[in-house]
């Protein structure tokens, strides 16, 4: 492989543009999907949003074209249906004619404590979060190798990925190590593809996924206690993260999971 040479100017000066880029962002329609979606967006790419209810991915898509940039639109797809996503594929070349940006974001969480975990409400959160995770980055990485084409690949994990709590996570945590493994695993067998895979690892935010604590307050607390810059993260605090492993600014990146969670993981 030839030396890479310096950058110059127009290059660093773009190298958080995604212009001309086509994003897929699973679990489009939920309060993380529509955040990232309106961030890669206003930098220039085209997302296609999809998750299970064309309904609601098309009001968020309406939302997000508003905001001007590149162009949303909506794909119905559930992550753990081989099919879907291998439609969700085909119709994103067919609508762009190539997918740049993968973005796992489909995902649901459940709690119970360990010892009383319903084993159906266990396998449902592996089944969406680790096989949804697992075939939306094969069937994207699949088409980049397939057709040459370098990509960028995020997961979405969760500061739960990387340590135990107190609060019933015996599943939710166990899946988000699962995909933090998994990032890693594909990182180093498609470095040779230049394919980049990343994860995003969150602290709590407040959305339908964690209403559960939010109505619980002590548990509430027990989260915020553990998160040193004193509060829950908002979507919108992701968008960065995603941009920057979206863009050429992190053409040298793999294999890293990066936390946005507000020292969590560092204290
Ligand atoms: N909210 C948090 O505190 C937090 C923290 C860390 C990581 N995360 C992760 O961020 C991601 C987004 O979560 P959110 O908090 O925005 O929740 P959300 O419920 O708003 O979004 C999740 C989306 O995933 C979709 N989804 C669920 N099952 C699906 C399936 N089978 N196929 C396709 N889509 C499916 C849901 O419909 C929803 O739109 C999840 O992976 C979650 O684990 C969330």
């Known amino acids: 492989m030839a030396d890479p040479v310096p950058f110059s100017p127009e290059q660093v000066k773009k190298l958080f543009d995604l212009t001309g880029k086509t994003a897929i962002i699973t679990g489009g329609a939920g309060f993380l999907g529509h955040s990232l979606a309106k961030g890669l967006t206003l930098y220039g790419a085209d997302v296609v949003l999809s998750g299970r209810t064309l309904a609601n991915l098309e009001s968020t898509a309406a939302e997000v074209n508003a905001f001007g940039g590149g162009k949303a639109v909506a794909v119905a797809c559930d992550v753990v249906d081989e099919a879907s996503v291998d439609n969700l594929v085909a119709k994103t070349v067919e609508m762009f004619g190539k997918v740049d940006i993968m973005i796992t974001v489909g995902g649901i969480a459940d709690r119970y404590p360990a010892e009383q975990f319903p084993i159906d409400a266990w396998q449902k959160v592996m089944d969406i979060n680790v096989r949804g995770t697992w075939l939306s980055c094969q069937k994207a990485g699949k088409w980049m190798i397939e057709n040459e084409k370098p990509g960028k690949i995020i997961t979405i994990g969760s500061v739960r990925g990387s340590a135990g709590h107190p609060g019933g996570y015996g599943a939710y945590g166990t899946s988000k190590g699962a995909v933090h493994l998994m990032?890693?695993?594909?990182?180093?067998?498609?470095?040779?593809?230049?394919?980049?895979?990343n994860c995003i690892a969150p602290c709590i935010f407040w959305t339908p996924l964690t209403k559960q604590v939010l109505e619980d307050e002590k548990l509430k607390q027990i989260f915020l206690s553990r998160i040193p810059w004193g509060r829950a993260a908002i979507p919108d605090d992701v968008i960065g993260a995603a941009l920057y492993l979206a863009a050429p600014a992190s053409d040298f990146v793999t294999g890293t999971i990066l936390p946005v969670d507000g020292g969590t993981v560092g204290g």
């Open 183 to 197: 990032t890693l695993q594909l990182a180093t067998e498609w470095a040779k593809y230049k394919i980049n895979v």
